[in-house]
């Protein structure tokens, strides 16, 4: 039996980067993978295909509709959904290809097959080759999450589909029923509201993100109703049913009891994902899960037993790839002796709609909710002269900082590339910022990162000098 002093059970973003790390720190190290590709939910059916159709459905999206304001006049375009999809599968073979390479490159020794705990200290990896047993002075768990369903609700992958089916399908649906206004939901319904399908959202809740600052939900949706997608919030799923190529919807108004009936062609389930832990064998280690099905862990992401870590999906905080990144470095270094750092509340959230919405810190409520002093700055997109140059005036940019020492608590924007604009609030407040240092540093004019500037001016005693 081969001994490995790190085994990885999982290759998705938080996986296969504590492999990297681990192998850096001079560890002979052993991913499990049960899937034919490496990198995990993300890079195969997650983040990175949803971006692909996300860019290629805006692409057709601004030559449809928005090119002419510019003064380019197309005609004749015809949208061909399969190439689409053939170009976003070559994208996740390239990217997944990519980690492969890095396997190789780090000396990590790759198991294609299932693994699961034999007892502490030996995992068996069963494939169609049959079972193998590799031995582990640590572990760490990392095989993330799948999507969640509704109670009573039949997922035939064919009609009624999750994020999983909806990223590989061959046509746009006529009417798309989206069940979820999330950010899962939000963004495969815009990428096919763009190739010119009917969305209607259903959500629970009474604004859609509901996790993210109250005002970037608001806005969001009036954008997105105003591109023509249709949302029923406050609305809880009574019944989905299949007849033949139609899914029938029926919800309840949670707080008039009046149900509506949606019919469409698909209806995607977005309700969240939950941890896989399915068949890991923790029974044999003496490893329970909690009320949600997540692995317990301390600070340190070890689980009761201290050699066995798990990170990312499988335990509590967001279901965000980067956030397991961090903890598969956090969880390397810390079994090399050093003494690394994460601080969640700097984990910025993105979704990669358009206008993208991001945000990081606290929200808002939260800061009502802890009974905080705060103030309040905001700068509109439609007064920056770069989003008007390019028509990219729908969005804000919303900063909140501490009323007595003007530290920057949270940051909240939705607009143009607010998705990379966010990592200078990051920046700004792992080094504890005050809204007044971001006003006083030079921002290059004309650029949308103007806009946060500008912000953090009108949170300095309402200093904002275009507006």
Not at 82 to 100: C, D, F, L, Q, Y
Not at 110 to 137: A, L, R
Not at 286 to 304: A, F, K, M, Y
Not at 443 to 459: Q, V, W
């Amino acid at each position: 039996m081969e001994q490995f002093d790190l085994v990885v059970i999982g290759s998705g973003p938080g996986g296969y980067i504590a492999a990297i790390r681990a192998s850096q720190l001079k560890m002979k190290v052993a991913i499990i993978e049960r899937y034919k590709t490496l990198g995990g939910t993300c890079l195969n059916v997650g983040c990175i295909p949803s971006k692909a159709w996300l860019d290629s459905s805006e692409r057709y999206h601004e030559t449809v509709h928005s090119h002419s304001l510019h003064g380019i006049e197309v005609s004749g375009v015809n949208l061909n959904v399969p190439k689409m999809s053939e170009r976003v599968a070559k994208v996740v073979e390239g990217i997944t290809g990519g980690v492969s390479f890095l396997m190789k490159k780090n000396k990590i020794t790759v198991f294609q097959g299932h693994g699961s705990f034999k007892d502490k200290n030996t995992v068996i990896v069963t494939s169609e080759k049959g079972t193998q047993e590799i031995g582990f002075k640590n572990a760490i768990i990392a095989t993330g999450s799948k999507p969640s369903n509704l109670p009573g609700v039949t997922v035939d992958k064919e009609r009624v589909i999750t994020s999983t089916e909806a990223l590989k399908l061959k046509e746009a649906p006529k009417h798309l029923i989206v069940i979820g206004g999330g950010v899962i939901g939000l963004e495969l319904g815009s990428v096919y509201k763009r190739l010119g399908s009917k969305v209607s959202v259903v959500e629970f809740a009474d604004s859609c993100i509901a996790a993210m600052d109250s005002d970037l939900g608001k806005e969001l949706q009036k954008v997105l109703t105003k591109d023509g997608m249709t949302f029923h919030m406050g609305h809880g799923v009574s019944s989905v049913k299949r007849n033949g190529n139609e899914v029938i919807v029926k919800a309840k108004n949670k707080s008039s009891n009046e149900e509506i009936e949606l019919l469409g062609d698909y209806c995607l389930v977005a309700v969240g994902r939950r941890p896989y832990t399915d068949k890991l064998g923790l029974e044999n280690i003496g490893l329970s899960l909690d009320e949600r099905g997540r692995i317990p862990v301390n600070d340190h992401l070890q689980t009761t037993h201290s050699h066995i870590y798990a990170i990312g999906d499988v335990i509590k905080g967001a279901m965000l790839a980067h956030k397991a990144e961090e903890e598969g470095v956090f969880v390397a270094e810390y079994m090399a002796g050093e003494k690394p750092h994460i601080n969640y509340n700097l984990i910025p959230g993105v979704v990669y709609t358009w206008p993208e919405v991001a945000g990081v810190g606290h929200t808002e409520q939260e800061l009502k909710q802890k009974g905080i002093d705060y103030k309040v700055g905001k700068f509109p997109f439609l007064a920056l002269g770069r989003a008007v140059a390019s028509n990219e005036k729908n969005g804000l940019i919303k900063v909140l900082a501490d009323k007595k020492t003007d530290e920057i608590l949270g940051v909240h924007m939705i607009g143009p590339r607010t998705a990379d604009m966010i990592a200078e609030a990051v920046v700004a407040m792992e080094f504890r910022a005050s809204a007044e240092d971001i006003g006083r540093i030079s921002h290059a004019h004309p650029t949308y990162s103007e806009g946060f500037k500008e912000a953090c001016l009108a949170a300095t005693e309402n200093r904002a000098l275009n507006i």
